[in-house]
């Protein structure tokens, strides 16, 4: 199907699955007073970032998992009628096991402020010619007379978007240097365009690392659906609110987003409306993270606000057992998750797959959050 941005989409809902731990264990310890390699799902795994002396707001992270990671034993939706479309559906497939090892995910996606801060002065070698990389590359900008934030929002805190997924794997990296990780990805930039950003590079995963780096789409269903297929909320619509009474998992227009995230027919006022902002009117863009209810790990805007980018290439889903999955080794367009603030309700799923025309592709609708492995 095709969403509202005109980008190819898929879509899906809600499954019930079994959890059994599993051997990894991790190192981290986290802030919850429960000491090293005790630290549960939804505990603080780091306060804040912070770079050169400098604290970064709208920046914390959380466990995704306990120090045992998940194995999760997929079944076929129970709210999603038999004539769906395989896109509605997800990853966790009936026939299907995964097992994460543990994780943390930042409870914000990245905001203005970090990505500028991160990717300042950033230079890359391209047959022995310097380029410097854009900072700034977002559509939603400060006095901008198309997006124009909602009054109170502050700029610096609005959703990163405008990025490709080259120049999201490439902050992922340059993140990690910032703060002492090693980073996760081995990258050769082979192309930048005339502005500065990246729309060609070779990409792989460096093998044990605990930098910052992009989540699989496993990991992002997993922590999108709160973490824990034994709890209610598993089986919510969208991440942290269950669909509006009576309406369907396709439907447009959804209030069960108002309480969660921006998407199209609220973007104007946080409550659903029967028209959509139009470009040049206020709430016609991204809006700044964190201001609707979290998700039960606490994490938010995992539904609309901006999708985000996946790691993964976009592949049909196959029956079988897998090891944190990361989807095929090549591909035509990588996957991004959670539907935007120019979506419609169905869009913003926590099972809507969807996928953008190629990985160099910038829109004001995709931005990304970070996650790390857990050791």
């Known amino acids: 199907m095709k969403n509202s941005?005109?980008?190819?989409?898929?879509?899906?809902?809600?499954?019930?699955?079994?959890?059994?731990?599993?051997?990894?264990v991790?190192?981290?310890?986290?802030?919850?007073?429960r000491g090293e390699d005790s630290y549960q799902a939804g505990d603080v795994a780091l306060k804040a970032i912070k770079i050169d002396g400098i604290t970064y707001e709208k920046?914390?992270?959380?466990?995704?998992?306990?120090?045992?990671?998940?194995?999760?034993?997929?079944?076929?939706?129970?709210?999603?009628?038999?004539?769906?479309?395989?896109?509605?559906?997800?990853?966790?497939?009936?026939?299907?096991?995964?097992?994460?090892?543990?994780?943390?995910?930042?409870?914000?996606?990245?905001?203005?402020?970090?990505?500028?801060?991160?990717?300042?002065?950033?230079?890359v070698l391209i047959d022995g010619e310097e380029k410097k990389l854009k900072a700034t590359p977002w559509f939603c900008i400060e006095g901008s007379l198309e997006y124009k934030r909602l009054p109170g929002e502050i700029q610096k805190y609005r959703g990163v978007e405008g990025v490709s997924w080259f120049d999201a794997v490439y902050f992922c990296n340059a993140l990690s240097k910032k703060t002492g990780l090693t980073p996760a990805y081995n990258i050769t930039v082979n192309s930048v365009t005339s502005d500065g950003n990246i729309e060609d590079a070779t990409v792989?995963?460096?093998?044990?690392?605990?930098?910052?780096?992009?989540?699989?789409?496993?990991?992002w269903e997993f922590a999108a659906r709160g973490g824990d297929p034994t709890k209610s909320v598993?089986?919510?619509?969208?991440?942290?609110?269950?669909?509006?009474?009576?309406?369907?998992y396709s439907d447009p227009k959804n209030t069960g987003m108002d309480s969660v995230?921006?998407?199209?027919?609220?973007?104007?006022?946080?409550?659903?409306?029967?028209?959509?902002?139009?470009?040049g009117t206020t709430g016609y863009g991204t809006h700044e993270v964190?201001?609707?209810?979290?998700?039960?790990?606490?994490?938010?805007?995992?539904?609309?606000?901006?999708?985000?980018?996946?790691?993964?290439?976009?592949?049909?889903i196959e029956t079988g057992s897998e090891a944190n999955p990361s989807g095929p080794t090549s591909g035509s367009y990588r996957v991004f998750r959670g539907g935007s603030w120019g979506d419609v309700a169905s869009d913003c799923s926590v099972s809507n797959r969807m996928y953008s025309g190629t990985?160099?592709?910038?829109?004001?609708?995709?931005g990304f959050r970070v996650v790390r492995t857990a050791q």
């Open 26 to 33: 991790a190192n981290n310890t986290n802030n919850k007073g």
């Open 261 to 279: 995230g921006w998407y199209k027919f609220n973007s104007r006022s946080g409550t659903t409306e029967n028209t959509e902002p139009s470009i």
């Open 290 to 316: 964190g201001l609707k209810t979290s998700n039960a790990l606490g994490i938010f805007d995992m539904s609309g606000n901006v999708s985000e980018w996946c790691y993964d290439w976009s592949a049909a």
């Open 59 to 123: 920046t914390a992270e959380v466990y995704v998992t306990g120090k045992d990671g998940v194995m999760i034993v997929g079944k076929d939706p129970v709210f999603i009628d038999s004539t769906a479309e395989a896109g509605y559906k997800g990853v966790f497939r009936e026939g299907r096991t995964v097992t994460l090892s543990p994780f943390i995910m930042s409870k914000y996606e990245v905001t203005q402020e970090l990505y500028s801060a991160v990717m300042a002065e950033q230079t």
């Open 234 to 248: 598993w089986n919510s619509l969208f991440s942290g609110s269950a669909s509006e009474e009576a309406k369907n």
């Open 359 to 366: 990985q160099d592709n910038r829109s004001y609708f995709i």
């Open 204 to 219: 792989s995963l460096v093998a044990n690392s605990n930098g910052y780096r992009l989540p699989t789409e496993a990991e």
């Open 5 to 24: 941005m005109g980008l190819v989409a898929f879509a899906a809902l809600s499954f019930v699955f079994t959890v059994v731990s599993c051997g990894n």
